[in-house]
């Protein structure tokens, strides 16, 4: 599991910067990763609990900290906010434009 979700600390620092909440970035990680992985984004609810576990000890975020599933515009915002604009390696490539 460490191989293939373990957030580098660059992509930690990232979602920390874009997200308000903890939860909202229990939700970003998972979906970075996954994208990274598969080249696609899973709903928020078809993380496996152990991944969350995962990412949420990596993180050191609380353990109380819920994935937030949110409806279609809060997905659209975070998959906007992975890909527009932003400095970070996907598939090993940087993708998007520094601000």
């Known amino acids: 599991m ?18 308000d909440a903890d ?10 990763k996954s994208y990274q992985r598969m080249g ?9 609990e152990a991944v969350v576990d995962f990412v949420r000890g990596a993180e050191e975020l ?6 937030l599933v949110g409806g279609r515009t809060a997905v659209r915002k975070r998959r ?6 932003n400095r970070i390696a996907i598939n090993g490539v940087r993708r998007g434009t520094s601000r």
Do not use: I, K, S
Request: glycine share 6%; charged share 20%.
């Open 2 to 19: 460490h191989l293939f979700f373990a957030p580098t600390p660059e992509e930690a620092a990232w979602a920390a910067e874009r997200m």
């Open 23 to 32: 939860g909202d970035q229990l939700a970003l990680l998972p979906a970075l």
């Open 40 to 48: 696609r984004f899973p709903r928020p609810e078809e993380y496996p």
């Open 62 to 67: 609380p353990e109380a900290t819920q994935v």
């Open 80 to 85: 906007a906010g992975l890909l527009a604009g």
